[in-house]
C-alpha cells in the first residue's frame, strides 16, 4: 500500500492560502460628509438646548416683575400719603395758630392808625410795646399783605371803594383800609382796599 503523507505541518508555519490581516478599507466621501452633518446636527442641538435653557429662565422673570412693578408702586403710594399726612400736620398747626392769633388783629389795625397818625413815637413806651407784640406774632408765622400799588387781585383784597384815576389802565390798590393777615396757606382775612380805576374821557 503506498504510503500517505500524514505529516503535520512544523510549528511556526503558516497555513497555505492564509494571507495578511485585512485592514481597516478607506473612507469614502460619503461618509465624511455624512460626519460632518452629524457635528452639525449636534451643535444645532446643543443651540436649541441652550435656547430652551434661556426660555426656562423667562418664565422666573415675567413672574417677579409684577411684584417689582407693585413693589414699586407701594413705595410711591406711600410717600405720596406720607407727604399728604405732614402737608395735613402742618396745615392743621397753622390753623391752630391762626384761631389764635386772628383775636388780635383789630389791635394791629389799631396800631398801624396809630402809626400813620404819629402816634407811635420812636423810642416811646408805646413804641416799643408795640414793636415787641407785632415781632411776637411774626415769629408764629403771621404774615400781613396789601400795600398801595399792588395789583388789584380779588382772591386776595375786599374792594370797598373804587376810584376812578385817570390814565389807569390796570385796577390798582389805591388805599389799604385795613391789612389782610395770614398763616402760611392759612388766609386770616383779605385786605380792605380802595381801588383805582380808569377814568372815562
Not at 1 to 18: F, I, K, L, T, Y
Not at 54 to 60: N, T
Not at 94 to 114: E, G
Amino acid at each position: 500500500m503506498a504510503n500517505r503523507d500524514d505529516s503535520v505541518p512544523a510549528e511556526g508555519s503558516e497555513p497555505q492560502g492564509s494571507g495578511p490581516e485585512p485592514q481597516d478599507e478607506d473612507l469614502t466621501v460619503e461618509d465624511i460628509l455624512g460626519a460632518e452633518q452629524t457635528d452639525e446636527a449636534a451643535q444645532a442641538e446643543g443651540a436649541t438646548n441652550a435656547e430652551e435653557a434661556e426660555e426656562a429662565v423667562d418664565p422666573l422673570e415675567d413672574t417677579a416683575n409684577p411684584y417689582l412693578e407693585d413693589l414699586r408702586r407701594l413705595s410711591a403710594e406711600y410717600a405720596n400719603y406720607r407727604k399728604r399726612t405732614e402737608a395735613n400736620v402742618e396745615i392743621d398747626k397753622q390753623r391752630a395758630t391762626a384761631a389764635a392769633v386772628v383775636a388780635l388783629l383789630p389791635i394791629l389795625d389799631d396800631l398801624d392808625r396809630a402809626e400813620q397818625h404819629g402816634d407811635l413815637e420812636e423810642g416811646s413806651a408805646f413804641a416799643t410795646i408795640a414793636q415787641k407784640l407785632r415781632s411776637t406774632l411774626e415769629r408764629l408765622g403771621l404774615e400781613g399783605f396789601g400795600e398801595k400799588g399792588d395789583p388789584f387781585d380779588p382772591q386776595f383784597h375786599e374792594a370797598i371803594a373804587q376810584v376812578p384815576v385817570p390814565g389807569t389802565e390796570e385796577h390798582t390798590v389805591l388805599d389799604v383800609v385795613e391789612r389782610g393777615y395770614r398763616i402760611g396757606d392759612v388766609e386770616l382775612r383779605p385786605a380792605k382796599v380802595a381801588v383805582a380805576v380808569g377814568a372815562d374821557g
